[in-house]
Structure formats: structure tokens, C-alpha cells
């Protein structure tokens, strides 16, 4: 700097910390980061819907947070993860290199993990929001560095209007088309699937441990089709496939023998002619 004429300056580099969906964290995607100012639910939403691979340790942003910004605060207080005792009970880690260890050997389901985030965010993040509430000048400029968009009421009839349920569901008939794992991540499949439109939808799963490449091949299924594109390490998911699991097996939901890609699954006493 001061050959170019400028004083010296100090410059506060904090480690590249990965986004919540499953790329880069991204200041026009709220998703894939955590503000001072979420609420609690925000938070919670926000890791529930988030990408957070079994075993994979890299990439993985809900580890990440646990590392860089929740274990640096604990001190001397243990991480504690609440699990019911038939998933193993609760647990304790003393420091980021034993969670880290037992998530990669999958000791650690996602969910438990994103739950024990969520709490500890939680308690980080209360002061703030109290403070923020009981001042009047803090509000003020959010607002104006941030303006809400102001929007009309809702209609009658419409999507915030009716119920959630669900006939809100774009629920089609499958049919598996191609197969192949990620190239980025070990335990996701990419798959092609038919649901009857004019090309094949780009669906990622987590399916590698339960399925076999040759048995997901041709095979037909149940697709959630109206939920918004999700990155999935590099690749766009524009679907969902629904599967049923517990505590040892995963099953994809199966359709009637006489479906064909594109059918329409609904519920018996649900109105289904509006989607959303």
C-alpha cells in the first residue's frame, strides 16, 4: 500500500466458511447463511432444509458453523447433541475433532446434528435479537438498509389463504431413466426421471447406501415436483423423490403396476386442482 501512495492498514481475513446449500455462502441467497437478526424459527428452517451429507465432512456447512463460530465460544463447556435412546442417547464432545470424527463414521445422524446447532445458535444469537428489540435507533436503520418489500393481502382463494395440506403437493409418477453417482459426493445418486413433461427432470438423492445403481434403473417412483431448485454440490436438483425409512432400511414410495410417468398421485378428500 505505500507504494501505491496509501498508509498502511490492518486487514481481518476469517476462514472461507461453506453455505448451508451445499455451495459457497452467498449474501443473495438467505438460505445459505445464518443472520444476527434470524429468528428462531428462521434458524430452525433454515438447517432443516439445508445440505448436510452423511459422513461427509468437507464441505459440510452446518460443520462448519459447529467449528468456526459455536466450539471457539463453548471454552471449557462440552458440545451436547440430545438424541432419544433408541438412536443411542445423548452425547458429549469435548472438542471439533471428536464431532468431526464421529460424524464421518455416520455415529452422528444430520438431523441430531443439525438440532444441537440449532441450539447452540440459539443461545448466541438471543442477546442480539433483545437488544435489537429495545432499540428503537438499531430498527430504524435495519430499515432503512434494508427496506421491506411491501405486499398486497393475500386474496381469497389463494395459496397463503388456503390450508396446508396435502392437495398443495405436485405429486407425479416417475420413472428412473439414468442412474450415476455424483461426481462430488460419495453417498448421492444423480438420476433422470420421466414424470410425462417434455424432458427429464435432474433429481439428486441420497440413496447410495440403501440402492444399487441397476436397482433404481427403469424402476418407478413417487416425485415431489413443485419445490423450488436446489444446488446439490454443483448440480441443480429440480425435483425430489420420496422414500420411506427407519431405523434400518430406506424403501422408495412405489405406484400402482398400471401408473405411467406423469400421472398425477393425490389423496382421497383433498381438493387437488391447485398446486402451492
Known amino acids: 500500500m505505500p507504494h501505491l501512495g496509501y498508509k498502511k492498514r490492518i486487514h481481518l481475513m476469517n476462514p472461507m466458511v461453506p453455505g448451508l446449500t451445499g455451495s459457497k455462502m452467498s449474501a443473495s441467497d438467505p438460505d445459505s447463511k445464518i443472520d444476527l437478526l434470524d429468528s428462531s424459527q428462521d434458524v430452525r428452517r433454515k438447517l432443516k432444509k439445508c445440505f448436510c451429507e452423511p459422513g461427509k465432512v468437507e464441505g459440510n456447512g452446518v460443520l462448519a458453523f459447529a467449528k468456526f463460530v459455536l466450539f471457539p465460544l463453548l471454552k471449557d463447556e462440552s458440545f451436547s447433541i440430545d438424541r432419544k435412546q433408541e438412536h443411542g442417547g445423548p452425547v458429549e464432545y469435548d472438542n471439533y475433532n471428536q464431532l468431526e470424527e464421529a460424524y464421518a463414521k455416520q455415529e452422528i445422524f444430520p438431523l441430531d446434528l443439525k438440532n444441537a446447532v440449532h441450539k447452540y445458535l440459539d443461545r448466541l444469537l438471543d442477546p442480539i435479537r433483545g437488544k435489537f428489540e429495545g432499540d428503537k435507533d438499531m430498527q430504524e436503520l435495519r430499515n432503512k438498509a434494508y427496506p421491506s418489500e411491501k405486499k398486497a393481502p393475500p386474496s381469497k382463494g389463494s395459496a397463503v389463504d388456503r390450508p396446508v ?96 410417468p406423469g400421472d398425477r398421485v393425490t389423496a382421497e378428500g383433498y381438493e387437488h386442482d391447485k398446486l402451492g
Open 165 to 260: 395440506d396435502i392437495s398443495r403437493l405436485d405429486l407425479r409418477v416417475g420413472q428412473i431413466i439414468s442412474v450415476k453417482k455424483h461426481d462430488n459426493a460419495e453417498t448421492l445418486f444423480v438420476e433422470e426421471i420421466d414424470i410425462g413433461e417434455q424432458k427429464p427432470r435432474t433429481v439428486v438423492s441420497g440413496l447410495t447406501n440403501y440402492y444399487s445403481e441397476e436397482d433404481l434403473l427403469k424402476r418407478t417412483c413417487v416425485v415431489l415436483c413443485n419445490i423450488k431448485p436446489a444446488n446439490m454440490r454443483g448440480i441443480k436438483s429440480e425435483a425430489m423423490v420420496l422414500a420411506a425409512f427407519d431405523d434400518s432400511k430406506v424403501e422408495l414410495l412405489q405406484p400402482p403396476l398400471d401408473c405411467k
